[in-house]
């Protein structure tokens, strides 16, 4: 018993050790294994479940048909990236294996990230370019038009290329004394964006130019992506200025060109589109001012005829007003003339009286026939000489009634025009004394209609409609 005792404490002397660790020791051997095992590795698979935190941390998955691995792109790294992780995209991401202790997960730090079988730069285009499209950047409401001639004119490119001289040259001459001012900033590489960034700010803060060219000579995709960076578009689109996008080639095109005011093929293109020649300008000038002299003769040609039409119709008014004292006066004669004869016809009937009671009071023939061939004589000399002043009286109301006729408005009526009295029988000169409904009566010159006004159309200066 004594020896079998012994072999069992031998036995558990000998024994392999046990090693206990805790969660966080195991979670850490991990990390350091997979750390120093996978430190700098290429994944392939599809972004799924992106989301961006507060932190500026982007959190993702990427995945194939059968695994998945989580992902974190902090944002020292992401700010770096050509493009932002998006759902769905298949891309290959670098990174190093870390192991999230909180979770006892392990997770790709992604540093960098490339589209499978497409461009990094390209992609990143088309993606920045559909973003800020979806915020309207790219409307053609929001942009602005180019002053027709800007005094002031600045420019914001690079101090020491060759485009900066060809503009100027161009701009002297076409239009000598024009006012530029150049912001020197870099086009390329590091520093760049902040630059063209601050030049743009720069002219819209002061307010001093009309407007503002951005500017590059061509290059690659990769000389031109400063133009293509988001900061650059939001820069041109909040400017309070307009602002004319002159990068690269005409074959090129970068996101300035679709958030600018204006796109210009090339810098000298550019420098054509923003200004006239001087010719150009005494041209339109000359043009300008042939144009308001036709102008003025119309309105001269206008207000006479309308000073016309008001003198036709304060004629009119002195005409039915003249008309209107020869009727009068007509009447005044006809009056007189019944009161003429009338009173040698009662004079005529008292004398025959007279002399008739006479005659009675002689009984002598004779002496009553010469009364009475007297007395014919006397009526008759008085009837010659009453029809003499009747036919002189009918010769001058004659006249006057010629004279009345060319007056008459029947005359005017035969010309087309037509005399309008509203329902109250009072003749209608503006719209106001006819209202809307009401019936009118039109006099022409052969008959009479009778209407209702449906609509009034208002003159100015009794002016045609």
């Keep these: 018993m004594r020896y079998a005792l012994n072999m069992e404490q031998m036995a558990l002397a000998w024994g392999p050790v046990r090693k206990t660790f805790t969660v966080s020791e195991l979670s850490a051997r991990i990390r350091d294994l997979l ?26 998955t990427l995945k194939d048909q059968e695994a998945q691995v989580r992902c974190v792109c902090f944002r020292t790294s992401l700010r770096y990236l050509k493009f932002k992780p998006q759902d769905g995209i298949a891309v290959l991401a670098r990174g190093r294996i870390d192991v999230y202790e909180a979770r006892g997960e392990y997770q790709l730090l992604v540093e960098a990230l490339e589209p499978q079988g497409h461009g990094a730069l390209q992609f990143a285009f088309e ?3 559909k973003k800020l499209a979806a915020e309207g950047l790219f409307e053609a409401a929001r942009k602005r038009a180019i002053p027709r001639l ?19 040259q161009i701009l002297s001459r076409r239009f000598p004394g024009v006012h530029i001012r150049l912001y020197p900033a870099l086009v390329q590489g590091e520093g760049s964006i902040e630059a063209v960034v601050r030049g743009i700010e720069y002219f819209s803060g002061s307010k001093w ?7 590059r000579g061509g290059g690659s995709l990769e000389d031109l992506w400063t133009f293509n960076e988001e900061a650059v578009a939001r820069a041109i689109a909040a400017s309070s200025v307009p602002v004319i996008s002159a990068v690269g080639h005409e074959t090129d095109y970068t996101i300035a060109d679709f958030v600018a005011d204006l796109r210009a093929p090339t810098p000298s293109a550019a420098a054509e589109l923003v200004i006239c020649t001087q010719e150009q300008l005494i041209e339109q000038i000359g043009l300008a001012e ?32 003249n008309i209107g004292r020869l009727q009068q006066r007509v009447d005044e004669l006809e009056f007189r003339l019944r009161d003429r004869i009338g009173s040698r016809a009662s004079a005529g009937r008292k004398r025959l009286e007279e002399l008739t009671a006479r005659l009675r009071s002689l009984d ?28 002189r009286a009918h010769g001058s109301l004659d006249a006057l009634l010629a004279h009345l006729t060319q007056l008459s408005p029947l005359k005017i009526l035969d010309r087309g025009y037509a005399i309008v009295t509203n ?5 209608v000169k503006e719209p106001d004394e006819a209202p809307l409904g009401s019936e009118i009566q039109v006099r022409l010159a052969k008959g009479r209609i009778a209407a209702e006004v449906t609509r009034l159309v208002r003159t100015e200066n009794g002016g045609s409609p």
């Design 127 to 129: 993606q920045l370019k």
């Design 290 to 321: 042939h144009k308001l002299l036709q102008s003025i003769r119309y309105r001269l040609a206008m207000a006479a005829r309308r000073l016309h039409q008001q003198g036709v119709e304060r004629a009119s008014a002195v005409l039915h007003r």
């Design 364 to 391: 002598l023939r004779l002496r009553f026939a010469a009364a009475r061939r007297r007395l014919e004589n006397a009526d008759l000399a008085a009837l010659q000489l009453i029809r003499l002043r009747v036919t």
């Design 150 to 168: 800007p005094a002031r004119i600045g420019i914001v490119t690079s101090p020491t290329g060759a485009v900066i001289g060809d503009m100027t």
């Design 35 to 60: 750390g120093s095992e996978f430190d700098d590795v290429w994944v392939a698979g599809e972004i799924s479940g992106s989301k961006m935190a507060a932190s500026g941390h982007c959190y993702f």
């Design 423 to 427: 329902d109250a029988g009072r003749l």
């Design 209 to 215: 130019p009309d407007v503002v060219i951005v500017a």
